[in-house]
């Protein structure tokens, strides 16, 4: 038995040695789908960097909650943010159902960053569906911001069917290292088209939570929070309506 590891364990060298993604550069098809992923993901970068930093010098108030190093909820907004990297990471690899997982895990941080402040049980709820009901009776996600917590929901139910493999288009059926990394483009546009409306709402909910990481952001800066933050939610914060 150990020889047949040993010998096992040399073809997983092999492979880790030979493991490469150049093939995704290299076609212009699955080149498109990336080019967007990235497109949708470095403004939610921009948009982590500027609270962050807000973070650090005593200035992120969340609809007038202080947010601050110390926050218990900014750990949640950083590890909403990371999700979606690590998704974006499998999905490149053609991991797409942990890449859907860490996508669901995304909604779950985010509601606990926004609702805790206002209701502190989103921080300990260990059901989801009730951190789902305590948050939509929260500000972040009152008035026309309920829609961004209707549309997590409905994508929450969608995820959690890659988690609980609810059929076999939900199912890996992965069996082999072998198999990766590989590139589905269906499979791939499904992950982003569920990311984006995540991202989406994100913007959505702390730009108008806090109007200075737009209003006040360097140009450069602010011309990708405009691919984040919906348009509705960016006529709002213009008008000062917001705050």
């Known amino acids: 038995m150990s020889r047949e590891t040993d010998a096992d364990f040399e073809l ?11 093939g995704l550069g290299q076609s212009k098809d699955k080149l498109i ?8 993901y470095l403004p939610l970068l921009q948009l982590w960097s500027i609270c962050a930093d807000k973070a650090s010098k005593d200035s992120f108030l969340f609809f007038g909650k202080q947010i ?6 900014l750990l949640h907004l950083r590890e909403a943010v990371s999700d979606i990297g690590s998704g974006l990471f499998c999905c490149l690899h053609g991991a797409y159902k942990p890449g859907h997982m860490a996508l669901r895990s995304s909604i779950e941080n985010f509601l606990r960053f926004a609702a805790a402040p206002f209701d502190n049980r989103a921080l300990t709820t260990t059901s989801i569906y009730d951190l789902f009901d305590l948050s939509r009776n929260t500000v972040p996600f009152a008035d026309s911001r309920k829609r961004h917590i209707d549309q997590m929901r409905s994508d929450y139910v969608q995820l959690c069917k890659y988690t609980h493999s609810a059929s076999l288009a939900h199912m890996a059926g992965v069996h082999a290292l072998a198999h990766f990394p590989s590139f589905n483009q269906a499979a791939f546009q499904e992950w982003l088209s569920l990311a984006k409306t995540c991202m989406s709402a994100i913007g959505a909910v702390i730009a108008v939570g806090n109007p200075s990481t737009y209003i006040d952001a360097h140009f450069s800066a602010k011309e990708l929070l405009e691919l984040l933050i919906p348009q509705q939610e960016r006529l709002t914060l213009l008008r000062g309506e917001a705050g």
Do not use: G
Not at 12 to 22: I, P, W
């Open 33 to 40: 789908l990336i080019k967007a992923s990235h497109k949708s």
């Open 12 to 22: 997983l060298k092999q492979f880790l040695n030979n493991y490469s993604l150049t």
């Open 68 to 73: 601050n190093n110390e926050s218990q909820e």
